[in-house]
């Protein structure tokens, strides 16, 4: 049965302007032997790397993509919290870190975490650097507590 048949008959509709499809190498093997898919007339654009719930996923299951952009959107979420620490709170810095910093590290991370630690190595130099916004954190509420008194 095609596939544009099997749509028919379940009563589903494809876009075909956003289907594509990645083909996984086997081994040493990294041809494709002019593999080509189509729905219809219209054939189906093959990618190397695919968006997937917000998750990057490239066909040697490596996740270098996933981790520059992961890496991307934490340096973005820094120069915010620098830049807003001298009119925020401590609880107010906190809920930034969490909304803008911690999601993006702990989403998935089940998958690409376990990658090559070279791949990480930037991402664990970021991850250093909350740290030192969570000791700066712990030291504000600690005082804050004590004027509270």
Avoid at 34 to 61: A, E, P
Avoid at 117 to 139: D, E, F, N, P, R
Wanted: net charge positive; with cysteine.
């Amino acid at each position: 049965m095609w596939l544009c048949d099997w749509f028919k008959a379940n009563k589903l509709s494809l876009n075909n302007a956003k289907t594509n499809y990645m083909f996984f190498p086997c081994g040493n093997d990294h041809t494709n032997n002019g593999f080509s898919l189509c729905i219809g007339t219209d054939k189906i654009q093959r990618k190397d790397v695919v968006k997937f719930l917000l998750i990057h996923i490239d066909n040697k299951l490596i996740w270098k993509e996933h981790i520059k952009h992961v890496n991307l959107k934490i340096s973005r979420a820094f120069y915010i919290l620098r830049t807003v620490k001298q009119i925020k709170s401590c609880h107010h810095l906190k809920i930034l870190y969490s909304t803008l910093v911690q999601q993006h590290i702990l989403y998935g991370i089940t998958l690409w975490g376990s990658t090559y630690q070279s791949y990480l190595k930037k991402t664990i130099v970021l991850q250093k650097g909350s740290t030192a916004y969570k000791q700066k954190w712990v030291q504000c509420s600690y005082s804050q507590t004590f004027q509270d008194m």
